[in-house]
């Protein structure tokens, strides 16, 4: 099935996130160490940010790399981010050749001094893009998240700046690692898990959710392709009736 030309480009999802799971499975399925899985998943990476860049999708985020992750065995961990130096380095020439602009969220700041500042420098280097922006989600947490917006307000509030009876939801989501972007329509998840794993907890309150059974790394520009166009076949009532939709 040709699923890109069943994409109706008109009503495409502004932003769409992604939780990458399953390279540990993928990689042990044919007696590899999960490394190998996560390797092997940076190929994904490329087809889909360029599959999305191509569509003309404003916002693509990736869930790399969770807070909760951090208790992973410590060689994974580290193979982790010396993986993700190696690929910032690596693709940049590609995102400038697709006007792709690099962002990230989460605590960038508590990951090794490496990932770090590949990270810094690929979103520097790529800063004047105009097309599609690839967020990286790294050592992130909803929660976390939500925790140091409300942080933010509180201080906000505590210096006169603001009243607490005057926050509104977009104070909220201005405070977010997100701000200035749109929520994500629709999330993918792959390898099969339906659970949302602590990644954009408020920003998701009326995202389409999409679960797909393939591993992360033998995921592909059709898969993606497919997920949009389930998406676009869904009818999004946002606490409406069928017949109140136009
Ligand atoms: C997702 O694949 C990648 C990261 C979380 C970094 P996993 O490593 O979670 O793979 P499974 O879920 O164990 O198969
Ligand atoms: C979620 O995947 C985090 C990322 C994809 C980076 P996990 O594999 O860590 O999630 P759980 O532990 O199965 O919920
Ligand atoms: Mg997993």
Redesign the pocket.
């Known amino acids: 099935m040709d699923w890109k030309t069943k994409i109706d480009t008109k009503r495409l999802p502004r932003h769409i996130a992604v939780i ?7 990689a042990k399925e044919q007696g590899k160490p ?1 490394v190998f ?2 390797r092997s ?1 940076v190929k994904s990476v490329r087809e889909i940010t360029e599959a999305a860049a191509e569509l003309g999708v404003e916002y693509l985020t990736l869930y ?3 807070t909760e ?1 951090w208790s992973r065995p410590k060689l994974e961990v580290s193979a ?1 981010m010396r993986l993700l130096v190696e690929t910032v380095y690596q693709e940049t020439n590609t995102l400038m050749e697709n006007n792709i602009r690099l962002r990230a969220i989460g605590e960038i700041d508590k990951l090794p001094k490496a990932t770090c500042q590949a990270l810094l420098e690929g979103i520097e280097k790529t800063k004047a893009n105009t097309g599609t922006t690839l967020v990286l989600a790294l050592n992130y947490s909803g929660k976390w998240d939500i925790t140091q917006a409300t942080r933010h307000l509180a201080a906000e509030v505590a210096a006169g700046r603001l009243r607490s009876e005057d926050i509104t939801d977009s104070h909220v989501a201005a405070a977010l690692s997100t701000q200035g972007m749109p929520d994500p329509e629709l999330l993918i998840r792959t ?1 099969g ?1 339906a659970r949302i794993s602590n990644f954009l907890l408020w920003q998701l309150a009326y995202a389409e959710l999409y679960f797909s059974p393939v ?2 790394p033998d995921f592909r520009k059709a898969n993606f392709y497919q997920a949009i166009v389930d998406f676009q076949h869904r009818e999004r009532r946002f606490g409406k009736i069928s017949e109140q939709i136009v």
């Open positions: 990458m799971d399953g390279n540990g499975r993928w999960r899985g996560h998943g790399a790399f969770s992750n982790l390898s898990e591993f992360w």
